[in-house]
């Protein structure tokens, strides 16, 4: 298991990742990060025909000051596109109002392979992310 985390406010452009600064639970090798990216590898090492991972993430969001008062999103992505069933979507009634959005999927890697796991701002406009945690576990 490992967990990445983003304590500090950061605003996200539109179709870009948040970005993880600190580790707080190393993984094993088949969990990679770099501090600052917005990038997990999960890695399928292993002698079945493939690996699961959990994928667990926490935030507060909202739309960034100056911004268009609409329903805003992020998504769990996999390889850059969003995973359907993990959007997270919120109706702040105006700018820098923030709201908690939460969400676990699975995951599988085929043996052998890498898929990149990442969270991205899914809007056209940027928007505002504070306390973000991203839990990637290995499950089998």
Known sequence: ???????????????????????????????????????????????????????TFGANIAISEGGIVEPISVAIEANGEPIASTI??????????????????????????CIQVSVGNINTQAIDVENANLIVERVA
């Open 1 to 55: 298991m490992a967990e990445f985390i983003a304590v500090p406010l950061q605003t996200v452009e539109a179709n870009r990742n948040i970005l993880f600064t600190d580790t707080t639970i190393c993984g094993n090798n088949s969990i990679v990060h770099s501090n600052g990216s917005g990038l997990v590898t999960a890695r399928g090492i292993t002698n079945q025909c493939r690996a699961r991972f959990r994928v």
């Open 88 to 113: 997270m979507t919120v109706t702040p009634a105006a700018a820098e109002e923030f709201f908690n959005v939460s969400r676990t999927t699975y995951i599988d890697v085929p043996a052998g392979c």
